[in-house]
């Protein structure tokens, strides 16, 4: 079960990069250590200087055989993010032989990688092109944004406008926003005199006539 999801995520190019440098590591772990046993034993056996020098030519070869590849292939994604962002690459050397301060190529698989220098120097400037891409896309962004803003007011607005009058006919909307009768007589203080209702005088109590002893 597992093999068949390392199988299927081999397929995707990310995940196929990390199994390869972590196959690599532990490769490389076993390596070091029959590496350093084997000299051990060389040592203990009081072998001679060639026999040490070659236990380490091997070690050595072997060695480029597990990491050459990662290299190789970290070079290949560094030069298509440079080519992504404009950055020009260092062009290869035209035949295997010839030096360059650039390019290193692999005496064991044949594959080319840059030096560290230039490793170095290539990163610094995507970095840098990758810093200024942003920024433009930023400034791109934000006036998209406030384009936008601008028009989304601009549609609320003539919406608004094109809304009927709820007050009905004969009326109009006042200060306050309800709806007031466009006919209606104001007045004004002083036109009209409030009259005051005059007290109706109650009826006067008549004494009963005196009793008749």
């Known amino acids: 079960m597992l093999s068949i999801i390392l199988k299927q ?10 199994l390869n440098f972590r196959a690599a590591k532990r ?7 029959r590496h350093r046993r084997e000299l051990e034993a060389a040592r203990a056996s009081n072998a001679d200087k060639q026999k040490l020098e070659t ?6 070869a072997q060695s480029q055989l597990i990491w050459d590849p990662i290299q190789a292939r970290i070079t290949e994604r560094l030069i298509a993010r440079a080519r992504k962002y404009g950055v020009s690459v260092p062009p290869l050397p035209a035949r295997y032989g010839d030096h360059s301060d650039d390019w ?5 698989t044949g594959d080319w990688f840059l030096t560290d220098a230039a ?3 290539l990163k610094r400037e995507v970095r840098i092109e990758r810093r200024q891409s942003n920024d433009e896309f930023r400034k791109w962004a ?3 944004f406030a384009f936008l803003a601008f028009l989304l007011g601009l549609v609320s607005i003539l919406k608004k406008d094109k809304q009927p009058d709820p007050c009905a ?3 109009y909307r ?3 926003g309800d709806c007031v009768f466009a006919l209606k007589k104001t007045v004004t203080p002083g036109s009209q005199q409030q009259i005051a209702p005059q007290a109706t005088p109650a009826p006067r109590q008549q004494k009963p006539p005196p009793a008749h002893r």
Do not use: C, M, P
Not at 9 to 18: C, G, P, S, T, V
Not at 27 to 33: G, I, K, Q, T, Y
């Open 169 to 171: 006919k004969n009326y």
């Open 55 to 60: 236990i380490n030519g091997e070690y050595h």
């Open 119 to 121: 490793e170095e120097r």
């Open 9 to 18: 995520l081999r397929k995707i190019q990310f995940f196929a990069d990390w």
């Open 174 to 176: 006042g200060d306050a």
């Open 104 to 108: 290193i190529v692999s005496s064991a």
């Open 27 to 33: 490769e490389s772990l076993e390596l070091s250590a």
């Open 142 to 144: 934000t006036l998209g």
